[in-house]
């Protein structure tokens, strides 16, 4: 926890941002989760964690500028959010982002495989399409939920 907070404070102060105390907190908050977290559940947790009471938009400011850090991913499936296992080890949020959801457990899974990226790709310059970015969540059954 504590080398993933220091590599995310290195990567803000590299592109001059600062991952102030509240954008930490809600950092650690995220990684602590260990499944996508939605925004309210955050704002719980961090009311938890400050003593008082904090309004949405201190927990969606935060979100935004973890996201645009590459820190954090959304699910747009789940409306929730989960680290980038790419950010800890000092890369940037321009890999492939693909996610395996599992529908009964919530387990969620970063792919991150430039195959499934390149066909995209290709497939959308086959339609004319130019892609600036791309996000796959696909949903089933993790390998606990299959066995139960």
Do not use: W
């Amino acid at each position: 926890m504590d080398e993933a907070l220091a590599a995310a404070e290195r990567q803000c102060a590299a592109r001059g941002a600062l991952l102030t105390p509240l954008r930490r907190l809600v950092l650690r908050l995220v990684l602590e989760a260990g499944q996508p977290v939605g925004a309210y559940a955050l704002l719980e947790r961090l009311k938890g964690e400050r003593g008082a009471a904090s309004a949405p938009p201190t927990i969606y400011r935060a979100l935004d500028f973890l996201l645009e850090h590459g820190l954090i991913h959304k699910l747009e499936r789940l409306n929730a959010f989960l680290p980038c296992v790419e950010a800890a080890h000092g890369h940037d949020h321009a890999h492939p982002h693909q996610f395996l959801i599992c529908r009964q457990c919530g387990r969620t899974a970063e792919v991150g495989d430039h195959a499934i990226a390149r066909a995209l790709d290709d497939a959308a310059r086959r339609l004319g399409f130019r892609l600036e970015r791309a996000t796959v969540e696909a949903e089933g059954l993790c390998a606990a939920c299959q066995a139960n």
